[in-house]
Nanobody, 127 residues
């Protein structure tokens, strides 16, 4: 069993930065794919970025390319999402997900039905 706990959300002005963390407890296998997703009020959940627990492949939504970076620290069992140049439209609840039977690339495609999800962390970007 794996548990995911997100942190690092908050209120930030447009143009600012935040780093989200997703701490995983339990055994993380090399086959795990990890992803960040977000959901704004009244909107559907959408893909932001993904990577594998082992390896360097990363994938980003077009809205995240050039501004967000997904990374991980295997020793700390933590995946990060560095978000720079934040925009008002980045306001959402951000969720971390993990799955042992998909790929980082496949995580980018709906439906987003994965083994494990965190509880989410709120990111609010103000003008």
């Amino acid at each position: 069993q794996v548990q995911l706990v997100e942190s690092g959300g908050g209120l930030v002005q447009a143009g600012g930065s935040l780093r989200l963390s997703c701490a995983a407890s339990g055994r993380m296998f090399s086959s795990f794919a990890m992803g960040w997703f977000r959901q704004a009020p009244g909107e559907e959940r959408e893909f932001v970025a993904s990577t594998r627990w082992i390896g360097n492949h990363t994938y980003y939504a077009d809205s995240a390319k050039g501004r967000f970076t997904i990374s991980r620290d295997n020793a700390k069992n933590t995946v990060y999402l560095q978000m720079n140049s934040l925009k008002l439209e980045d306001t959402a609840v951000y969720f971390c997900a993990a799955d042992h039977s998909t790929t980082a690339r496949a995580m980018a495609q709906p439906p987003y039905e994965f083994d494990y999800w965190g509880q989410g962390t709120q990111v609010t970007v103000s003008s």
